[in-house]
C-alpha cells in the first residue's frame, strides 16, 4: 500500500474576518482577546498544542493572528533541506524498484539535498561552510543505515486528520505530517520522525507527544492498525530510539488532546514569560514582558 502524501495541504485553519494581521496582533500583544477578531481554532497539531504549553500569547500570535516574522531560521531550514532529502530518496527507491529499476545510489542522495539547499537560505549564511560538513557527515550516515537494511517505505509526509469531539455540538481537527512509514515483515507499521540536531536519549521516544499523535493518527485516521514501534531517527548520529504505544495509552491520548483542545479554546491566553519560551519566540520584540 502506498500513501500518497499531500504536502501542499495544510490541516485546517482558523477563520479569520480580519486581514490585518498586525493590527490583530497588537490588540493581542496587550493583552486583547483573539476571539475579538477571530473564532475559536477548530484545528490543532503537536506543535501548536507545545506552543500553547510553552505560552498561550506565543500560541495566539502565531497560530490565531498569524503573524510572519522574517528571522532567519538556518537551523529549521537545514532540517527541512534534510527531510526534503530523505524523502525523495525513499520515494524514488520505491518509484523505480516498482518499475524494476534500480533504486537511488549515494550520488541521488547527495543530489537531492543539493536540490534543497539550494532552496533554502543556507547558501547566503555566513556560516554556510559549516552547515556544509553536517550535511556531508549526515548524508553518509544516512546512505551507510539505507543500504544495509532492506526496508519498505510506504509513506513520506504523509498526512493525517483525527476528529476530536468536544461536546455534542463541537469538534475540532488534530491534524499532522508522519515524515516515513515503513512496513515491517510482521506487516505492521513504523512510524519515523527524522530529527537533525542533538540527539536525545531513549526515554524521549517513550514520552514523546509527537509520536502518540502520529501513532494516534495512524490507527483512528490512515486506517493502517496500531503501528508496532515508532521511533525518533537522530539523523546526523545514525541514531534511533524507538518505543511501543499500546490501545490503552493511544485512548489516553485522545482523551488527553480532547482536554486541551478545551483549554486552548477557553483561554485568556496570558504570557507566560520564560527565558526558554522568549529565547525562541518570534514576537518577544512586541512583548512587554518578554524575558531576556
Ligand atoms: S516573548 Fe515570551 S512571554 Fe512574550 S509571547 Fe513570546 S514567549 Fe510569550
Known amino acids: 500500500m502506498v500513501i500518497d502524501a499531500m504536502a501542499d495541504e495544510r490541516v485546517g485553519a ?3 474576518t480580519v486581514t490585518d494581521a498586525q493590527q490583530m496582533a497588537e490588540h493581542v500583544a496587550a493583552g486583547g482577546s483573539p476571539f475579538d477578531y477571530v473564532a475559536a481554532p477548530d484545528w490543532f497539531s503537536y506543535s501548536s498544542f507545545d506552543t500553547f504549553e510553552r505560552c498561550p500569547r506565543q500560541y495566539a500570535l502565531r497560530y490565531l ?10 537551523a529549521a531550514d537545514f532540517g527541512s533541506a534534510a527531510h526534503a532529502a530523505f524523502q525523495s530518496f525513499t520515494r524514488q527507491r520505491r518509484e523505480r524498484l516498482a518499475r524494476a529499476e534500480q533504486p537511488p545510489d549515494k550520488a541521488d542522495l547527495d543530489r537531492y539535498f543539493e536540490l534543497a539547499w539550494a532552496s533554502s537560505s543556507l547558501p547566503g549564511e555566513v556560516d554556510a561552510e559549516a552547515w556544509r560538513e553536517r550535511a556531508g557527515s549526515m548524508l553518509d550516515r544516512f546512505w551507510e543505515t539505507e543500504s544495509s537494511t532492506a526496508v519498505e517505505t510506504i509513506g513520506e509526509e504523509t498526512r493525517f486528520r483525527l476528529r476530536l469531539k468536544l461536546d455534542p455540538n463541537t469538534s475540532v481537527a488534530v491534524g499532522g505530517f508522519i515524515d516515513r512509514i515503513d512496513r515491517l515483515p510482521s506487516g505492521a507499521v513504523e512510524l519515523i520522525d527524522y530529527k537533525t ?11 514523546s507527544l509527537q509520536l502518540s499523535i502520529y501513532a494516534l493518527g495512524c490507527r483512528d485516521a490512515l486506517g493502517l492498525g496500531r503501528p508496532e514501534r515508532v521511533t525518533l531517527d537522530f539523523v ?11 490501545d490503552g495509552a493511544l ?5 488527553g488532546l480532547t482536554l486541551r483542545a478545551r483549554e486552548v479554546r477557553g483561554s485568556g491566553f496570558a504570557p507566560t514569560p520564560s527565558s526558554r519560551a522568549c529565547g525562541w519566540c518570534d514576537f518577544s520584540a512586541m512583548c512587554a514582558v518578554a524575558e531576556a
Open 14 to 16: 482558523p477563520l479569520r
Open 65 to 74: 493572528c498569524r503573524l510572519q516574522t522574517e528571522r532567519p531560521r538556518p
Open 197 to 207: 540536531g542533538a540527539a536525545s536519549s531513549a526515554q524521549s521516544a517513550e514520552s
Open 236 to 246: 546526523e548520529h545514525g541514531l534511533r530510539v524507538s518505543a511501543e504505544r499500546s
Open 251 to 255: 485512548d489516553n491520548v485522545s482523551d
